[in-house]
């Protein structure tokens, strides 16, 4: 349980508030590369941490994150016209290039230096991995991190959205509460391969596992290293090791397992009460099949990115489906997900909640949070602001599922399979880790 001022700083994340302070501090994800094509003529208007802004690409492929409205007085730029080295409002003419400096003002008479006196509001930009990425913060930003899932080749990553309608807080912490996954997204097809699934059969209202997860956690330099241990069969645990970064991101084994690969879930408030989810999966070794991980997903989208299982139609919840194979009733991760979190309300108040062991994780998240906010008031950087190129790469972040002993260490297993992931790293070509 929170107060009300802590869930007002971990949720708010406006311009001016403590916790909107900490999330500038961050490079966020600001709109999916496919959304702004190369070539593209027409502006993308967006919204993020409750700004209003508008994301062009200028004459070179360059990205330009600018204030709406125009400068001059007032207008949409969303609506203007990419040529000329920028953006041109099609009020009056003024020209604004990726910095916001505005180059041409029409309307003036010929001499006049007002132009070089003019700047809009805008943010750095940089591309990596599918996303366009800003910073909203004050100062020199700091280094873009250079996540595994970010710098595979292309074709290897799958990257994709989808909006919650809610408070992004809701949605970053449905994935560090590993209890649910055997229950809301039973039958949970990503753990088919260590046999505590639902293929054991449907045992209706407790799910299909039998026996308590096991939850442990440790601070790391990002985020926190997490664990849950899973009896799988008499003598045997399933280990599953996975991250949350901060401040908004987890990455969890997925389909790919953390062997081939894995998934990441990051959450980048629109506003207030809604957000887009930015959903990963990767490969270390070969093309992704992305229809495949769409499937996987449930992502089945509306050209906007609000998925068509949605609150207005009740997320398609099945009930006939319910008594013979269906926990929920609702088909797919995205949907399940989505319906768990948008269901809180826009912004949940945590002064109503009752955590117990399987909130673990989240509790020590929200420490973690709750630092950083303190930490940026008192004018530090908050936790896993890199701005050391040498820090910037991360093989401490294990994620990793597998079957092991009965009472294997979970640290130990998590430094071996470091290990093992570095040396396979360190050959040139590079094969599958058995
Ligand atoms: S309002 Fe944009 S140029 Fe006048
Ligand atoms: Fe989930």
Known sequence: MLTREENDLLTRTDRGTPGGEMMRRYWLPAALSEELPAGADAP????????????????????????LHCPHRGADLSYGRVEDGGLRCVYHGWLFDVSGQCRDQPGEPEGSDFCRKVRQLSYPCQELGGVIFAYLGPGEPPLLPRYEFLT??????????????????QGSEGNID???????????????????????????????????????????RFGLELCDTTPASPGQDNLRTYNFVMPSLTVFPGPMGGKRGYSGNWHV????????????????????DRDLARRRLGLGLNPDYRLVQNKSNR???????????????IQGFAAQDTWAIEGMGPIYDRTQEHLGYSDKIIVAARKQLLKAVEDVRQGKDPQHVTRDPAGN??????????????GTDWRQFRRQVQAQMEQAAAQPAAAPVA
């Open 393 to 406: 790469s991360f093989p401490d972040m294990v994620v990793w599922v597998e079957t092991v002993p009965e």
């Open 178 to 220: 590993p209890v649910h996954n055997n229950l809301l997204h039973h039958p949970n097809t990503n753990l088919e391969h260590t046999g505590v699934d639902g293929y054991q059969g449907f045992r209706g209202g407790r799910g299909p596992v039998p026996g308590l997860q096991r939850l442990d956690c440790e601070v790391t």
């Open 315 to 329: 997320y398609m919840q099945d009930r006939a489906a319910m008594k013979t194979h269906s926990y929920s009733g």
């Open 269 to 288: 408030p629109i506003d207030n009460v809604s957000h887009f989810k930015y959903t990963f999966i990767f490969n270390r070794y070969e093309p992704i």
């Open 44 to 67: 993308l208007q967006i919204r993020l941490v409750g700004e209003d802004l508008v994301l062009f690409r200028d004459d070179d492929g360059r990205p330009g994150l600018l204030g």
């Open 152 to 169: 595979v080749p292309e074709e290897q990553r799958f990257v994709s959205k989808n909006y919650q309608d809610c408070n992004y807080l």
